[in-house]
């Protein structure tokens, strides 16, 4: 986000300027960092590609290298209940979550970006709140909550959901709200619109690739989480990640290789979609 | 600004601060509060104020153990972090190469698989008959397969993998945000090499170094998943004590304390973003 905004007018100024100098001199220099670079992405990618490997493994345990390739984890996955039930609430969980973090992060973004004036740091470090609190300690909260207030526990884990997401779903509607003409809505409240009529048909039509993108990362956060939902599952109401968390405390086998090879790539090509829509980098405040 | 303006302002502020009023910062101020009151073992709290809760993490051994040895892991993993983290953030942000945006993607993606999928990845990677211990048998390094899950060696490793995202984003933010033109006065000026990067690039990349250590140490300290599925048996950190405290003991006051532990931690962040100063 930081560069964006100011590249252009760099970019003329450093026009006829000598390049900037960089810190690798010699070849055999290059040659180490490039090493070392290389050595950093091995780290970072092999846990991942390893978890796709052992989920072909057609034996009873983990063990690698594995003799052959074999479907029994996927079939055990499709035939286990247990497995197939989270997968679904998370699914359903995911989606309804994003859509309210997503619609609750279009109007705060948009008060935040025009209506708050100098205030409006004050405004998106509020909006940031629940990222500043250690997720463990919201679900402890709202696990102390349920204990004094008969709420359903289904409901209250769906609003600890759009909580953690909507830090990411403000800041990224946000970052495409700065890229809406402000004339454009002037426009329209001098010919007559309401200010709902001008959010409705003026701007959010011109954010909606922000709006797609923001609705697409809160979903990965919803079903990538495990700290809201590790106090706040119920029975018939566990999500994915807690399904298999508790399943991992006892035991270990391949399916969850299976399970989490397909959660990976659902994530990938989410992630994708949204590389394409507006950038990564956009919706992470980078 | 007129009045009909500033009364539509506040209707689109109604959603979140009703939100976060009900189920975050009433929840949270409530379980804090519990930390100050006294234990009872068929009721939440007995709505006596004490100090019993933070004497005993503070002064009883096993607590303390359990503290010192948290901060001791978050220490390693926020230091190993940064050593990883930066020169790939610097690479990330000088590298020319057009396979950027795909080695940008390869650093969020597993940001984005979430906590579970990489645990289990090092749970594969360091079992008895893993690929760690496969390599290092034929190789001939060892004889016996090492024991690597369930120890403080494993756990910092997988610790470090899943957190070092984190140490990478701020400093990236720093060091794409510096001007380049502060680099190229000093190099004119006749600073060489190593000289322009230790003087000028990386005191200007501060804030992002601060800002990475910190999540990365908060993280680091409110662990529970990762050390409850390969940490070492007999040496708990202080979110898995939290989460037991809560989960089988039921004594809520002490989880209070030790969660504000956690909460003293995550205040680090908050400075450090408002020293930090750029992003809010």
Redesign the interface.
Same mark, same amino acid.
């Given at each position: 986000?930081?560069?964006g905004a100011t590249a252009a007018p760099?970019a003329r100024?450093?026009a006829g300027?000598?390049p900037?100098?960089?810190?690798n001199?010699g070849p055999a220099q290059r040659l180490l960092?490039g090493l070392?670079?290389t050595l950093?992405?091995v780290?970072?990618?092999?846990?991942?590609v390893?978890?796709v490997a052992?989920s072909f493994n057609p034996g009873q345990?983990?063990?690698?290298?594995t003799g052959g390739l074999s479907l029994r984890w996927y079939r055990d996955f499709a035939g286990s209940d247990g497995f197939v039930n989270a997968f679904k609430f998370s699914l359903q969980l995911g989606l309804v979550a994003a859509i309210a973090a997503t619609a609750?992060g279009l109007?705060?973004a948009?008060?935040i970006v025009?209506?708050?004036?100098r205030r409006r740091?004050l405004?998106?470090?509020?909006?940031l709140?629940?990222m500043?609190?250690?997720?463990?300690?919201?679900s402890?909260?709202?696990?102390?909550?349920l204990?004094q207030i008969p709420l359903p526990e289904a409901a209250?884990l769906l609003?600890?959901h759009?909580?953690i997401c909507?830090p990411f779903t403000?800041a990224g509607i946000i970052a495409s709200l700065e890229g809406v003409d402000h004339q454009l809505e002037m426009a329209a409240w001098t010919l007559g619109a309401s200010?709902w009529r001008i959010l409705w048909e003026i701007t959010i039509p011109l954010v909606a690739p922000g709006l797609v993108s923001s609705l697409l990362f809160a979903f990965?956060v919803s079903?990538?989480?495990?700290?809201i939902s590790?106090?706040l599952s119920s029975p018939g109401k566990t999500t994915l990640?807690i399904e298999?968390?508790t399943f991992?405390?006892w035991d270990?086998s391949p399916v969850?290789?299976a399970i989490?090879t397909v959660?990976?790539l659902m994530?990938?090509a989410l992630?994708?979609a949204i590389?394409r829509l507006v950038g990564?980098?956009k919706v992470?405040?980078? | 600004?007129t009045r *009909?303006?500033?009364n539509?302002?506040r209707l &689109?502020?109604a959603?979140?601060t009703l939100?976060?009023l009900l189920?975050?910062i009433?929840?949270?101020s409530?379980?804090l509060a519990?930390s100050v009151l006294k234990y009872h073992p068929n009721d939440?709290y007995q709505p006596i104020l004490t100090l019993e809760n933070y004497r005993r993490l503070l002064f009883d051994g096993f607590y303390l153990a359990i503290i010192g040895r948290t901060l001791k892991i978050a220490a390693i993993v926020t230091l190993v972090s940064l050593a990883?983290g930066y020169? &790939?953030a610097?690479?990330l942000a000088?590298t020319r190469t057009a396979w950027r945006?795909v080695?940008?993607? &390869? $650093?969020?993606?597993?940001l984005? *698989?979430?906590?579970?999928?990489?645990t289990?990845?090092?749970?594969?990677?360091f079992?008895t008959?893993?690929?760690v211990n496969?390599v290092l048998k034929a190789v001939g390094l060892i004889n016996a397969p090492l024991q690597l899950l369930n120890t403080q060696f494993g756990l910092i490793v /997988?610790l470090v993998?899943i957190l070092?995202p984190y140490m990478v984003?701020p400093i990236?933010?720093a060091l /794409?945000?510096l001007?380049?033109?502060v680099?190229?006065a000093? *190099?004119?000026l006749g600073a060489r090499?190593?000289r322009?990067?230790f003087e000028v690039?990386l005191p200007l990349s501060r804030s992002g170094i601060v800002m990475g250590s910190a999540l990365v140490f908060?993280l680091t300290a409110?662990a529970?998943?990762t050390p /409850?599925?390969m940490g070492p048996r007999d040496g708990r950190v202080l979110?898995q004590m939290?989460?037991e405290l $809560?989960?089988s003991v039921l004594n809520?006051p002490l989880?209070a304390a030790a /969660?504000s532990l956690?909460?003293l931690?995550?205040f680090l962040?908050?400075f450090a973003k408002f020293r930090s100063g750029?992003?809010?």
């Open positions: 986000m930081s560069d760099r100024l450093s300027l000598p900037a100098p960089r810190v001199l960092a070392l670079v950093i992405y780290f970072l990618l092999t846990p991942i390893i978890v052992a345990s983990n063990a690698l290298p609750i109007v705060t948009y008060g025009r209506f708050l004036g740091a405004g998106q470090a509020f909006a709140m629940p500043m609190i250690p997720h463990i300690l919201i402890l909260a709202l696990l102390l909550m204990t209250v609003i600890g759009v909580m909507l403000v200010r990965i079903f990538g989480d495990v700290y590790l106090f990640p298999i968390f991992m405390l270990s969850i290789a989490t959660q990976m994530i990938i992630g994708l590389e990564l980098r992470m405040r980078l | 600004m *009909s303006a500033r539509f302002g &689109l502020f959603p979140i939100i976060y189920f975050l009433l929840p949270v409530f379980f519990l939440l990883i020169p &790939l610097y690479f000088r945006g080695l940008m993607f &390869l $650093v969020i993606a597993p984005m *698989s979430g906590v579970i999928v990489r289990y990845g090092w749970i594969v990677l079992g008959e893993g690929l496969s /997988a993998h070092v984003f990236f933010s /794409a945000g001007d380049r033109n680099e190229r000093a *190099s004119t090499g190593w322009v990067f690039t908060t409110g529970v998943v /409850a599925l979110g939290v989460y $809560v989960g809520w989880a /969660a956690l909460v931690c995550q962040i908050i750029r992003r809010v």
